[in-house]
C-alpha cells in the first residue's frame, strides 16, 4: 500500500493538469495510467475529491460490444442504472444491462477548474515579471 501522501500528491497533479486541459471528464483509469497508483487506492481519493466539490462522479452504461464500448447512457445515481434492461446499441448489438456494463467516469467541477487556469496564468505573470528585472 502506498503513503496517502503520496497518493494525494501524485492524484493532485494530474487533475490539476487536466484541469488546464481541455478534457472534462476521465476514467479512473487513466489516473492508474498516469500515476501508477493501482485502481483502489485512486479510487478511494478520487471520492474524496468528489466529498471536496472537486469532482463529480458519474457512471456510464456502456456497449460490451467488442470493439464498441459506445456510452448508451450516463447516470448521476448509480442505482438509477437500468440493470437488466434489454439494451440496443447502434453497433446492433442487443443485451442486457450488466453491472460490467457500467463504468465510474469523474468530472472536473467547472469553477474548480476556472480557479486553478487563473492560478496558472498569475504563476506564469509572476515568472514574467521576474525576467523583466
Ligand atoms: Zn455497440
Not at 486541459?21 to 478511494?44: H, I, M, W
Not at 444491462?97 to 492560478?119: A, G, N, T
Amino acid at each position: 500500500m502506498a503513503a496517502l501522501w503520496l497518493i494525494k500528491t501524485k492524484i493532485d497533479e494530474f487533475i490539476k493538469k487536466l484541469a488546464v486541459s481541455p478534457v472534462k471528464r476521465f476514467y479512473p483509469t487513466a489516473v492508474t495510467n498516469y500515476t501508477g497508483v493501482n485502481l483502489k487506492e485512486a479510487f478511494d481519493y478520487l471520492v474524496e475529491l468528489e466529498r471536496h466539490g472537486i469532482l463529480h462522479l458519474y457512471w456510464e452504461a456502456k456497449c460490451p460490444n467488442y470493439g464498441c464500448s459506445r456510452v448508451l447512457g450516463t447516470f448521476e445515481d448509480f442505482n438509477a442504472a437500468p440493470l437488466g434492461k434489454t439494451m440496443n446499441c447502434v453497433c446492433g448489438h442487443e443485451f442486457e444491462l450488466q453491472l460490467d456494463d457500467i463504468f465510474p467516469i469523474f468530472e472536473i467541477d467547472k469553477e474548480y477548474r476556472e480557479h486553478i487556469k487563473s492560478e496558472m496564468a498569475e504563476k506564469k505573470n509572476q515568472n514574467r515579471l521576474v525576467l523583466l528585472r
